[in-house]
């Protein structure tokens, strides 16, 4: 008669250190959860910089695409007119 109270405690045992290992297992797989969650706001966080970035690199390069050819304009403009200065002097 006394192994009918100790299979039940020892099933109340089993049941205690289930509903602890699931206690656990759920805030474990919550915190893992959390974690993911922040790990992909840095990655959108780096994703918005890194879209900042090659934004503001193809502007530089067009803006220095730019300055290049004015310079070559200018230099064509000072050669034609280091031409024409010479073609006077010559005359």
Same mark, same amino acid.
Do not use: C, P, Y
């Given at each position: 008669?006394? =192994?009918?109270?100790?299979? +039940?405690? *020892?099933?109340?045992?089993?049941? !205690?250190? /289930?509903?602890?290992?699931?206690?656990?297992?759920?805030?474990?797989?919550?915190?893992?959860?959390?974690?993911?969650?922040?790990?992909?706001? =840095?990655?959108?966080?780096? +994703?918005? *910089?890194?879209?900042?970035?090659? !934004?503001? /690199?193809?502007?530089?390069?067009?803006?220095?695409?730019?300055?290049?050819?004015?310079?070559?304009?200018?230099?064509?403009?000072?050669?034609?007119?280091?031409?024409?200065?010479?073609? *006077?002097?010559?005359?």
């Amino acid at each position: 008669m006394f =192994w009918f109270f100790k299979k +039940k405690k *020892r099933d109340e045992e089993i049941e !205690k250190r /289930f509903v602890n290992l699931h206690t656990s297992l759920h805030d474990s797989f919550s915190n893992i959860k959390k974690d993911v969650g922040n790990v992909n706001k =840095w990655l959108g966080h780096f +994703k918005d *910089r890194h879209d900042d970035h090659h !934004k503001q /690199f193809e502007l530089m390069n067009f803006r220095i695409n730019n300055i290049e050819e004015v310079l070559e304009e200018l230099r064509d403009v000072w050669t034609r007119v280091q031409t024409a200065v010479q073609t *006077r002097k010559k005359q």
